[in-house]
């Protein structure tokens, strides 16, 4: 994927977002949306990535073009971070979409599941939504991103107004992205393990297989601490804590990111793999937290 740059301007990708409080307030919103991908030229079919009663309501009320419409759980999609929905994006775009990125793409995160488990949780999904528009915009994707007050909430709804473009509230993805970083993360414990330089991984896997890891995730945090440690470095120190499964490394870099894109950018094999540095700490940990300040910045990862 091109990357592009924190400040580009909309490209051909089409953001679009409906809200609805009912079954109806959704076919509503739904089904033109479908019948314009069916009818769109050198378009694949579209596909609708929703609730799975909500996915019956399409299939009813399509009628004979329901056969031609793909239809996945959200559950199914979107099945771990916000990263790795990302990842799934990418991925579908490269093997199933039209020239360019040419698909119609209806899309519900699960409000009353992961993504709104805590307002962290949802905070990473808004930025999700936000940073697409920078992420996707050299593609010709039409997203249209359906909340349901009744599960989504007035606040969450008002929150994503402002990370689509055609809803009158739209923030600059990178000003968003800003505003969430700007909420403190909890202060690191007393108690927390200290190390000086760049934590080995083989350091990071043992103490984390002492808190309580299974061996194949304490493998990967380790892998994911190393490679997030050469994506930021110089490494001037870092801490350890917690305990299965929520272990948390936070690094001490001596130069700041300042890049809101930085680990969400897709490499050419969405698939983990060692050196793809935060990309691949984003896709294993469910929360990577960059803090930019006058000395650096801190890059504190949490296995779950």
């Known amino acids: ?6 400040t580009a301007a909309q490209g051909t990708f089409d953001h679009r977002m409906a809200v609805f409080g009912s079954d109806d307030a959704f076919l509503a919103a739904a089904l033109p949306f479908l019948t314009e991908g069916l009818a769109a030229p050198g378009e694949p079919a579209p596909v609708a990535i929703a609730a799975p009663a909500r996915l019956d309501l399409l299939y009813d009320a399509l009628g004979p073009d329901a056969e031609r419409i793909g239809r996945v759980p959200h559950t199914d999609w979107y099945t771990g971070s916000a990263a790795n929905a990302v990842a799934r994006a990418a991925a579908h775009l490269a093997t199933d979409a039209g020239p360019g990125g040419r698909v119609h793409l209806l899309m519900e995160p699960d409000w009353g599941g992961r993504a709104g488990r805590s307002a962290r949780e949802s905070a990473e999904w808004l930025r999700y939504e936000a940073l697409a528009n920078l992420l996707f915009a050299p593609f010709a994707t ?22 689509h473009p055609h809803t009158g509230d739209y923030t600059d993805p990178a000003v968003l992205a800003a505003e969430l970083d700007a909420v403190p993360l909890p202060e690191a414990p ?16 043992v103490w984390a297989a002492g808190q309580g890891l299974a061996p194949a995730d304490a493998e990967l945090f380790g892998a994911a601490v190393a490679e997030a440690a050469a994506a930021v470095g110089p490494v ?28 969400f950018v897709p490499p ?17 940990c469910a929360y990577v937290d960059v803090r930019d300040d006058a000395g650096g910045s801190s890059v504190r990862l949490q296995f779950t």
């Open 1 to 6: 994927m091109p990357r592009p740059a924190a």
């Open 236 to 263: 001037s120190g870092a801490l350890l804590w917690g305990a299965a499964p929520q272990c948390v490394c936070e690094l001490r870099a001596t130069r700041p990111v300042a890049d809101p894109l930085a680990g």
């Open 190 to 205: 007393a108690h927390a393990l200290r190390l000086t330089g760049a934590p080995e991984p083989a350091a990071v896997r």
């Open 268 to 284: 050419p094999a969405p698939r983990p793999e060692r050196g793809q540095g935060l990309w691949f700490a984003r896709q294993v």
């Open 142 to 163: 039409t997203a249209l991103c359906v909340y349901d007050t009744r599960t989504a909430g007035a606040a969450v709804v008002a929150a994503a107004r402002r990370a």
